[in-house]
Structures are given as C-alpha cells and as structure tokens.
C-alpha cells in the first residue's frame, strides 16, 4: 500500500526531500515549500529566484523553465488536490507527471496551476517513461479493453496509455494509465489542447 505524501512546511536546505512513508515530496513542490519568499500577495503562490528556477529545471520533466509552485498548506493525500490559476496569464501548458513521489503538476506559462496525487501502473503493467505529446481528448471515453469508464482521457500513446479520471484511493493501481480525481481531470480536460507535452519520469531522490 502507498502512503500518504507529507507536505512538509518546514525550511530546508533548496535540494532536500522530505519523506514519509517511503513516498516522498515533489522536487518541484519541495522548492515551492522551501522557498518562503517573495510570495504573491494572496499567499496562494511562491515565486522563485532566477537560481531556484534553474535548480528545479535541472530535475527534468519542464518544457519552460519553472517560474512559480502553488503554495500547499497542509498534507495532501490520495483523491485530493489543488487547482488555481488566478493571475496566471495565457501560455504554454504542460504536464508534469513524477511516479516515484506520485504527483502530476500542471503548467502554464511556467507557473504551476494544478496538482494532484496520482495512481500509476502496477508492476504487471507500468507506466511508461518519457515525452509524450497529448494525441486526442474524449470526455466519456470508456475502455474496450477493460470495459471501465475513463471520463476525461488524454491520450497519450496509441497502446492507450493515457491520463483520466479515476477513483484515487491509497492501495490502488492503473493498467498503465495515470488516473487523477475526476473533478481534477475535468479541469485539466479544459485546459489542455491537443499537441499539448506530458513528461512522465520517475525522479531520483535529492541528495
């Protein structure tokens, strides 16, 4: 079973991860939490300096360089997350998909306006690594090959990997899919065109 994932507000060394349960913390959201100011006035954002930007690129998986992270407040757990994009203007959007720490952030212009914690492939059938542009969108997508709903599908390869809505709890898996929380999904469906780059990678700990 997986365990929670622990948002840690505590300061810390740029580079540190924070653990908890053998899942660990984003190394986009650990300089998001570790990074106190400047903040944008209403306290939802943490910007980051021009060498904090460049250290969180280094860690892979950004189409731009980083700008901003949403500000986590408290513990996140399986099924829930975060979206806002108040102040954020137009741009490029990208996906950020980590299955060691089990988080997809999503980007726009650079800043992060939505997070979740995600499900990924079973060893049976993994997830697979890499860059993938998003081939198609269907709202109420349904599996022939499993005859389960996948509301909101992005899809991602033509073996039907792709991110949906699913029924995120602790101790479950996907057939290879990324399954986020449904209302998640919808927002992420309405923000995402096609051609539009997922990167999935599996991060190695910060040392």
């Known amino acids: 079973m997986r365990a929670p994932i622990l948002f840690a507000l505590a300061l810390a060394p740029l580079m540190g991860l924070y653990m908890y349960g053998g899942v660990g913390l984003a190394p986009a959201h650990t300089v998001a939490r570790q990074t106190r100011t400047p903040v944008d006035t209403n306290g939802s954002r943490v910007r980051l300096t021009l060498k904090q930007r460049r250290e969180a690129a280094g860690w892979g998986g950004f189409e731009v360089l980083p700008q901003s992270f ?4 408290k513990p996140m757990h399986h099924g829930e997350f975060l979206w806002n994009e108040e102040g954020v203007p ?24 939505g997070t979740a914690v995600i499900l990924y492939g ?12 998003i081939l198609w969108k269907a709202k109420d997508h349904r599996s022939s090959l499993y005859d389960a709903p996948m509301p909101f599908t992005l899809r991602l390869s033509g073996d039907g990997v792709a991110i949906h809505g ?7 898996a996907t057939h290879g899919c990324v399954g986020v929380p449904t209302k998640f999904a919808r927002e992420l469906y309405d923000e995402v065109s096609v051609g539009d780059v997922v990167n999935i990678l599996r991060s190695q700990p910060q040392s």
């Open 90 to 113: 137009p741009g490029q959007v990208s996906i950020r998909v980590d299955l060691r720490t089990q988080i997809l952030s999503v980007f726009r212009s650079g800043h992060e306006i």
């Open 70 to 73: 949403l500000q986590i407040r």
């Open 122 to 133: 079973a060893e049976s059938k993994e997830t697979p690594v890499g860059r993938f542009p």
């Open 166 to 172: 699913s029924n995120v709890r602790l101790g479950t």
